[in-house]
């Protein structure tokens, strides 16, 4: 017998159970066409309809204004990193960013190729437990680029600054997960493989407004005109993985829609955060107001008992609660498809492994 898995992993992470049956049943005959999914030409008019269908529940589930560009590109959200400098950067102009996470300080490591980084706040030196507080931002700035939520760190941003500069934003593990009025930004990116779908796509929300600004000239592969243009279709897309985003977001909207899916998610954070503060041996990573509703971060005030505990965990089905490498400790990431008893089975084993150990 198969052991019931509780899939607490950061990213590519758990998909709910009737995304992934159908998902294999397309993979073996698509909606009895005879065909697999995988052997289908992006261009049928089959396909085509995916592509409209997925924005349009991107579209409707986000509430994405009209004026706003919907494309699905490849390369991570790692690839924005250098794609947005690419576009909005140049060598005599400047951009200021949040250091806040690991990712952050990679997508600053990537803008320095194309221009000058103003680095307006920094969490580094306390080993990223909180977001910093945002200095000066001068009105000659190409933009403001943070990070919604600190996948790593287990910190998350609930509040987003008017600088009078475009804004940008890095939302890669908490898009879907809350609402986030997108009207407030002018460029947001995401990998997928969180709360959107598997790995191998990246949303980006674009206003038209800055993609206007643009006037240099930009490689095609690189040029977001080009896939807005092109219906993300400039080249050949990441099928299978935007058919399975629809899917994932059809799953979505049939629970309710991002508002509802949001309170379930305060709720699980809640339970978890809660039993982190009462356990003895427990204590959680991020500041508490910074603290994050996605992921999870916390230690054992004894270190020598970590390894023992994930073992623990392991044999009760706890999966992917190993913090990030330079991190360390635990972490619980809680997306959308997480259900709220399996974060009752980890509070559940966090309270067996205490009456075991104290
Ligand atoms: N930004 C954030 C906030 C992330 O969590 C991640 C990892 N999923 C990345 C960027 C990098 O994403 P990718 O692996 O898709 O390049």
């Given at each position: 017998t198969i052991q019931i898995k509780h899939n607490f992993g950061a990213g590519p992470c758990i998909l709910p159970a009737s995304v992934l049956e159908q998902?294999?049943?397309?993979?073996?005959?698509?909606?009895?066409?005879?065909?697999?999914?995988?052997?289908?030409?992006?261009?049928?008019?089959?396909?085509?309809?995916?592509?409209?269908?997925?924005?349009?529940?991107?579209?409707e589930l986000l509430e994405v204004p009209e004026?706003?560009?919907?494309?699905?590109?490849?390369?991570?959200?790692s690839t924005q990193f250098s794609m947005i400098p690419q576009n909005f950067l140049q060598k005599h102009q400047k951009a200021a960013y949040l250091d806040a996470g690991l990712f952050g300080h990679k997508s600053i490591k990537e803008?320095?190729?194309?221009?000058?980084?103003?680095?307006?706040?920094?969490?580094?030196?306390?080993s990223y437990s909180r977001v910093p507080e945002i200095g000066a931002v001068s009105k000659d700035t190409a933009y403001f680029h943070c990070t919604s939520n600190n996948t790593i760190e287990g910190t998350e941003m609930f509040s987003f600054p008017d600088l009078g500069v475009p804004l940008i934003c890095d939302m890669s593990?908490?898009?879907?997960?809350r609402v986030i009025p997108i009207s407030q930004f002018d460029l947001v990116y995401a990998g997928a493989q969180?709360?959107?779908?598997?790995?191998?796509?990246?949303?980006?929300?674009?206003?038209?407004?800055?993609?206007?600004?643009?006037?240099?000239?930009?490689?095609?592969?690189?040029?977001?005109?080009?896939?807005?243009?092109?219906?993300?279709?400039f080249n050949t897309p990441p099928v299978y993985s935007i058919y399975v985003a629809m899917l994932n977001l059809q799953w979505l909207k049939a629970n309710g829609g991002v508002a509802e899916i949001e309170k379930e998610n305060i709720a699980k954070a809640a339970l978890l955060y809660a039993e982190i503060e009462r356990n003895p041996l427990f204590f959680g990573m991020a500041d508490q107001e910074h603290r994050s509703r996605v992921n999870v971060c916390f230690k054992m005030h004894d270190l020598a008992k970590e390894e023992d505990f994930l073992s623990f965990a392991a044999e009760r089905g706890m999966v992917?609660?190993?913090?990030?490498?330079?991190?360390?400790?635990?972490r619980a990431s809680l997306y959308n498809a997480l259900r709220l008893d399996s974060v009752k089975a980890l509070v559940a084993c966090m309270q067996d492994y205490e009456k075991q150990n104290y």
């Open positions: 998902a294999a049943e397309a993979v073996k005959n698509w909606d009895n066409s005879g065909l697999s999914i995988l052997e289908v030409s992006h261009r049928s008019p089959k396909f085509e309809e995916v592509m409209r269908k997925t924005e349009q529940l991107v579209r004026d706003y560009a919907v494309l699905f590109l490849q390369g991570g959200a803008a320095k190729y194309f221009g000058q980084v103003d680095i307006v706040g920094s969490s580094a030196g306390t593990s908490d898009i879907f997960s969180k709360n959107m779908g598997p790995a191998g796509m990246t949303l980006v929300l674009v206003k038209n407004e800055l993609l206007d600004t643009v006037e240099h000239p930009v490689p095609s592969m690189s040029d977001y005109r080009i896939y807005r243009d092109n219906q993300s279709m992917g609660i190993k913090g990030y490498r330079t991190a360390g400790g635990f």
